[in-house]
Nanobody, 117 residues
């Protein structure tokens, strides 16, 4: 019943920036955790950044200081501002929502981010 739609991916040069968006719809419990995950070919999916409905955040060491996760609870939208992008950031980025009320886990379809010269 919950749908997540990502947007904002694309091709950028090293050092460039992108902002990803994730729009959530459906019956969403007010207390939840949203996050961005990424998966590169041949590698395991990893958590990039997470944010609670209260605004607490955490980041992977590899993106700390370069990426910023935010959310607009009124719009049910989450963002990932990515600066100083590196080739190793290349991956499919997925939006995730964890419903802490019903213990459900929802995923978006993914958006490709490619960092290359």
């Amino acid at each position: 019943q919950v749908q997540l739609v990502e947007s904002g991916g694309g091709l950028v040069r090293p050092g460039g920036s992108l902002r990803l968006s994730c729009a959530a719809s459906g019956r969403i419990f007010s207390i939840n955790v949203m996050g961005w995950y990424r998966q590169a070919p041949g590698k395991q999916r990893e958590l990039v950044a997470g944010i609670t409905s209260g605004g607490s955040t955490n980041y992977a060491d590899s993106v700390q200081g370069r990426f910023t996760i935010t959310r607009d609870n009124a719009k049910n939208t989450m963002y990932l501002q990515m600066n100083s992008l590196k080739p190793e950031d290349t991956a499919v980025y997925y939006c995730n929502l964890k419903d802490l009320r019903g213990r459900f886990d929802y995923w978006g379809q993914g958006t490709q981010v490619t960092v290359s010269s």
